[in-house]
């Protein structure tokens, strides 16, 4: 039962335009959403996160929206650069129950 | 100010013999999390664990695998008799333990059981 989906395993764009990444979710108790980013044989890095209070959170190049009745959300990064392909994961955790439940990620490649 | 440091960063054993795995947590972090990444597959959470106490250990298989945190140094991922289903990445993350607060990752330690 996966409770986290990213449906595209890859999106490839232009240096310059938009990236969307989406996650969708089927736990209505998660209360916090994570973006990470992850390098191959690296560890996830951090990007941005947003509280389940809040719809929108922005942070330089990069701003997460999140639809709770649709259990939806999606990271926009524009512009674009060519170090921002990576794998991109989403990963939600409910409150006080601290694990985080992970998505399989989505590959993103930024052409020059 | 350094991050969460994973080691060895590589892994190799044979099948039947441990490996211990070392997660030193961010500078103030009181809080340590492992999660497993098998070949083609997401990431998954094995245990959570504050100084001296194991929080939440419900993504741990229930034999061979254990954790814990000490009062002083590295929080250790021991696994007894590996077979090759346990070749994965293996990562630390920690935090402060603050509600909503963020989980910072290691590199990662890659355990390969021949």
């Not at chain 2, 994973?6 to 999660?35: D, F, I």
Request: net charge positive; aromatic share 10%.
């Amino acid at each position: 039962d996966q409770q986290v989906k990213q449906n595209s395993p890859s999106l490839s764009v232009q240096e310059g335009r938009i990236s969307i990444l989406n996650c969708d979710y089927t736990n209505s108790m998660f209360d916090y959403f994570l973006w990470y980013k992850k390098y191959p044989a690296e560890g996830p890095t951090f990007l941005i996160s947003i509280s389940s209070i809040k719809d929108k959170n922005e942070d330089g190049r990069f701003t997460v929206f999140l639809n709770k009745s649709a259990k939806h959300l999606s990271l926009h990064i524009v512009p674009s650069q060519p170090g921002d392909s990576a794998v991109y994961f989403c990963a939600p955790h409910a409150g006080n129950n601290r694990k985080l439940i992970w998505g399989l990620g989505t590959s993103l490649a930024v052409n020059p | 100010n350094a991050g969460v440091m994973q080691n060895p960063r590589h892994l190799v054993r044979r099948r039947g013999q441990e490996a211990r795995l070392r997660c030193s947590p961010m500078k103030g972090h009181s809080h340590v999390y492992w999660y497993r990444q098998l070949p083609e597959e997401g990431l998954k959470f094995m245990v959570y664990l504050q100084k001296e106490n194991i929080i939440d250990e419900s993504g741990m298989p229930k034999e061979r695998f254990s954790a814990e945190f000490p009062k002083e140094g590295p929080s250790i991922l021991r696994i007894q008799q590996v077979v090759r289903g346990d070749s994965a990445a293996y990562f630390c993350a920690s935090s402060e333990g603050l509600v909503g607060d963020t989980q910072y990752f290691g590199p990662g330690t890659r355990l390969t059981v021949l």
